[in-house]
């Protein structure tokens, strides 16, 4: 066993290193590599945030009365659950329901278990609807969910089992994420939150099929498979990639103002 | 008037601020987990264009070093992801080579052969946790995991530190 002394013994030492590594770069650089940053990505002024509300608005003005009374009843299965499912979500959006974050919590319960493919089941069950509220990227959420259920379905029995519980987890955040920008009426952190969503969804569908022997060849780089994405996140797609932080700010920033 | 709040509200001055201070601590990050310098070096740019673009979404001051953290850790997935489709995930973080191993006389060279023989994730939480010194709820936020699970996995994670640094010395 190790003594509390030995313990700290390591740490200690690691902190150590990391102020080494830190002094290794000197202010000019740092100064540098902040004006390459500012100059690569116009610094923007926060955007307004109405474009949700006028969609979910929009929305709530198709959905007619008497199909939500005959959907409320549905249950899984029925063909009206979908519907039933949306109009949950659209009464979430505008704050007076918690089913998605139910759902949601239900698809993490799931996933922790370790029963990774029906996790993804649940979630797909629950967000069919959000590509409606998606108003600019046009990313079809129950795709992506669809093809990292296949995946999933598809992993082998041992190998990188607990790598797609992990990007698992990460897929039910980041529908977290989707949940709380919707509900703040924040476009921009919507869009950013569905991007991670589809970004957690090419993890999983890559850890998954890690699992496949001979499968890892040249032709399965990630989103090679995924219709309509660059192949490349992150060089040529700005504004995208940081998607997953922005929407857990969101997420955090979300839950300071609202009680 | 915080900086976090000015660089939010688009002055370029405090977004400078908050990246000359991030920026070292961000290579730091990336070396220290075991990323060759030009990689932690690309990756710290990548770092810094995500935080400028995102800063204006992020809506509580507060929240800065948590969402800070977040970025830098969806950067580093990335790169795993753009490489897994030739590389296994454990192999992209470079392994104990002969040489780590036997520099042992170098002022870090010990405590770097221990993480070396980490798992990727244990890296990133030890130096989250000991060294940048995020609490349990930011880590369990930013990792999609409880406060209780995290707190575990942290635990775990330096022990796991302490026994290979302890080995060493043998």
Redesign the interface.
Known sequence: M?GPD??S???E??????N??????D?Q???A??????A??P?????RRWAVGLAVAGLMAVSSVGLATVADDAVPGDLLYPIDRGLEWLGDVLGNADHIDERISESEALAHRGDTAAALEHLSSSVGTLDALDPASGVDLSAVLDQARSAVAATGPAGNQA?VE?EV??L???T?GVAEAARAG?E??LR?AIEAMR?FA??VK?AAR?DLPGQ?G?E???GATAPGRDN???VTA??R??G???S???????G??QP | MNVVLL????D?GA??DL???G???L??FY??IGLPHHEAEDL???T?????????????A??FE??FW??AR??L??LF??R???K??EAMISPASPEEVSIERE??G???A??SQLPP?DRQL??LR??EGLDYDDLA??L??SPGAVRVACHRA??R???V??AAER
Do not use: C, F
């Not at chain 1, 030492?13 to 990391?18: D, N, S, V």
């Not at chain 2, 660089?7 to 688009?10: L, S, T, W």
């Not at chain 2, 810094?48 to 992020?58: D, N």
């Open positions: 190790t030995r313990d013994e390591a740490v030492q690691l902190r150590r290193y990391a080494h590594l830190r002094s290794q770069v202010g650089a740092a100064l590599a902040a004006r390459r940053a500012l690569a990505r610094h923007r002024a926060p955007r790598q992990d987890d990460d039910v955040e980041a977290k924040d921009e952190a950013a970004d090419e993890r890559d890690a890892s040249p399965d780089t990630p490349n996140p992150g700005p504004g990639d940081n997953r932080g922005s857990e700010a969101d997420n955090q920033g979300t300071n103002n | 660089a939010i509200e688009g370029r977004m400078t990246l000359v201070n920026y070292p601590r290579m730091a070396q220290g710290a740019a990548e810094a264009e995500a935080l400028v673009t995102g800063i204006s979404r992020l809506r509580a507060q929240a948590a969402w977040s970025v969806n950067r997935r990335t992801r753009r897994s489709a030739t296994p995930v002022e870090h010990r405590i770097r221990a993480m994730k030890l130096w000991e060294v936020t930013r999609g995991s330096r022990r530190l302490e026994e640094y302890l």
